[in-house]
């Protein structure tokens, strides 16, 4: 059984049905504060099966000691509960690190270390890359966000763990933009309030549930002016925890902490993904070009040999594909 944290959310929902599919049993434990038991019910019409669900929050430590101690069967952890909003994260920084270091630092505490444990990392830990395709190795720089630097702390946290536990084994995957939903239509990205990323802004806005897209800046150092980004289908991108975690439990990682890339290889700038949406819903967008926003790293795209040659994982989906999915999922769920 794999301790899901988080499962209910956008990449952990998905993450579920990949783990499902390849014959894992699960427990997620989620405190739904950004989800909700239809994310559950869809995980049980795509799967057939009912699944052990926890209402819990990692922030505490007495209910999720009691969880674990009561599974002695935990096979494995894959770590995603966390807060994830850059913006909010600068407003209120304490939140982010204690939901985010606070959560892992628990969780931590309270496996046993010869469990393996995948992280969600982000390709923020890498800020502003001095060279492209951005390589595990590149410098790790001050994260522009209270987000963004809590995934370069829980990254630390673990190599640390990891150095003081000698039977302790994990994996940090960073993503880079996860985008779409599954085919089925049951799940997909959800965020509560107006969506602070591109591809849910797009359909959202397409359908009139929020007003029209603002491109932020079209006078960067780019081909057509607007930023560029490694956009993954949420389908490859769980499909690589299930690798990451295959590698942990075959024993097959070269040390003890590991770092993964989890893109596709390639930029795509924001007005490239405006006309793959115009392509694969036949519809025109309606948007208008506004200022840079703060923060914003003008090119980030990922280089994966690691990933494809160490994980035997690689992405399946187009840029078009998974766009196509993301505008089906609005189509689906426009009125809740
Ligand atoms: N964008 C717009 N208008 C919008 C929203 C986004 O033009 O309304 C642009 C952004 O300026 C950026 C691109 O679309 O150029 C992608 O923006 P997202 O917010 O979708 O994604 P980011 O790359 O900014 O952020 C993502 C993750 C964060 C993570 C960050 C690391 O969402 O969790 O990558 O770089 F921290």
Not at 148 to 158: A, M, R, S
Not at 169 to 191: C, D, M, Q, T, V
């Amino acid at each position: 059984m794999i301790l899901i944290t988080g499962g209910l959310g956008y990449i952990g929902s998905h993450t579920v049905v990949e783990l499902i599919a390849q014959g894992k049993e699960v427990l997620i434990v989620d405190d739904l504060s950004n989800s909700n038991l239809q994310v559950l019910e869809g995980l049980e019409k795509i799967t057939g099966q009912s699944i052990n669900f926890v209402q819990l929050d990692v922030k505490e430590a007495p209910p999720l000691n009691e969880l674990i101690q009561a599974h002695p069967q935990l096979e494995g952890v894959i770590h995603f509960a966390a807060a994830k909003a850059v913006g909010e994260s600068a407003l209120n920084p304490l939140k982010y690190y204690q939901n985010n270091v606070g959560g892992l630092l628990n969780l931590l505490q309270s496996i046993p270390t010869n469990i393996p444990f995948i992280f969600s990392s982000s390709c923020t830990v890498y800020g502003d890359a001095d060279a492209l395709p951005i390589v595990e190795n590149s410098p790790i720089k001050r994260p522009k966000s209270p987000y963004g630097n809590t995934k370069k702390i829980g990254e630390e946290i673990l190599e640390e763990h990891s150095r003081a536990h000698a039977n302790f084994k994990a994996i940090s995957l960073r993503y880079f933009n996860p985008i779409g939903a599954h085919a089925s239509g049951y799940i997909g990205e959800n965020p509560k309030g107006q969506p602070e990323n591109l591809v849910p802004y797009i359909t959202q806005s397409a359908v009139g549930k929020i007003p029209p897209l603002t491109v932020f800046g079209d006078d960067y150092p780019t081909a057509d002016g607007t930023c560029v980004r490694d956009y993954i289908h949420v389908v490859d991108l769980a499909r690589a925890h299930v690798a990451a975690f295959n590698r942990l439990e075959e024993n097959k990682s070269k040390t003890a902490y590991e770092v993964f890339n989890v893109g596709t290889g390639q930029g795509h700038s924001v007005l490239e993904v405006i006309a793959s949406f115009e392509r694969v819903s036949g519809k025109s967008l309606n948007y208008s070009i506004g200022p840079r926003r703060e923060g914003d790293i003008v090119t980030a795209y990922a280089n994966v040999d690691k990933a494809l040659q160490q994980l035997n994982w690689s992405p399946k989906y187009s840029l078009d594909e998974a766009v196509h999915s993301a505008w089906q999922w609005e189509l689906n769920n426009s009125s809740r």
